[in-house]
């Protein structure tokens, strides 16, 4: 099974910040990687496919990036309603696995 | 537009088994695979599964296999993901997801809205 692993698992910042978060493959997925946003009580909410494709109707400050087994999400100005965890998925095999997400918490 | 729409919440003794559904339109049901996804109380997501809707094949995550049981019913477009020997370790929220797949872009799209299943004596 391919491992996903998420860093920071937590980390907080204040709107208008730029963050990044990292996720790290336990072997290559080419560009396999998609991330997922989820509130307390909430469904994910997809962000990124493909590494670095912007899904339809998420804001432009949201970006991915990374191929083989590194990648990064970045948020370019964070705004209230960011806060939440997210979650990196490889969709290069199954199983389907998760990183175990990362925590944005307002400073 | 896509909806999933799951069952409700249940409450299961240890040792039963519980069987959520998720009920899809606004899409051709047999076009896309089904998965299963579960999110025990403050922890992450765990992949447990997938059918394809228009065969019925399945594929199952190695520590559910013997105990997961994933059907669907064509004719009211509507995926099923059965859990048997229940345990405490099981009480999470189960969710459905639909699987979009075109070369490489390979995402779960749309997500059910969750079903609570809590496992207690």
């Known amino acids: 099974d391919i491992q996903m692993t998420q860093s920071p698992s937590s980390l907080s910042a204040s709107v208008g910040d730029r963050v990044t978060f990292t996720c790290r493959a336990s072997q290559r997925i080419g560009s396999f990687l998609t991330w997922y946003q989820q509130k307390r009580g909430k469904a994910p909410k997809l962000l990124i496919y493909a590494a670095s494709s912007l899904q339809s109707g998420v804001p432009s400050r949201f970006s991915g990036s990374g191929s083989g087994t590194d990648f990064t999400l970045t948020i370019s100005s964070l705004q209230p309603e960011d806060f939440a965890t997210y979650y990196c998925q490889q969709s290069y095999s199954i199983p389907r696995t998760f990183g175990q997400g990362t925590r944005l918490e307002i400073k | 537009q896509v909806q999933l729409v799951q069952s409700g919440a249940e409450v299961k003794k240890p040792g039963a088994s519980v069987k959520v559904s998720c009920k899809a339109s606004?899409?051709?049901?047999?076009?896309?695979?089904m998965h299963w996804v579960r999110q025990a109380p403050g922890q992450g997501l765990e992949w447990m599964g997938l059918?394809?809707?228009?065969?019925?094949?399945?594929s199952y995550a190695q520590e559910f296999q013997g105990r997961v049981t994933m059907t669907r019913d064509t004719s009211t477009s509507t995926v099923y993901m059965e859990l048997s020997s229940l345990r405490s370790e099981d009480t999470a929220v189960y969710y459905c997801a639909r699987e979009f797949r075109r070369g490489a872009e390979d995402k779960f799209d749309y997500w059910g809205q969750g079903t609570l299943v809590t496992v207690s004596s």
């Open positions: 059918i394809n809707p228009s065969g019925g094949t399945t």
């Open positions: 606004g899409y051709s049901f047999t076009s896309y695979y």
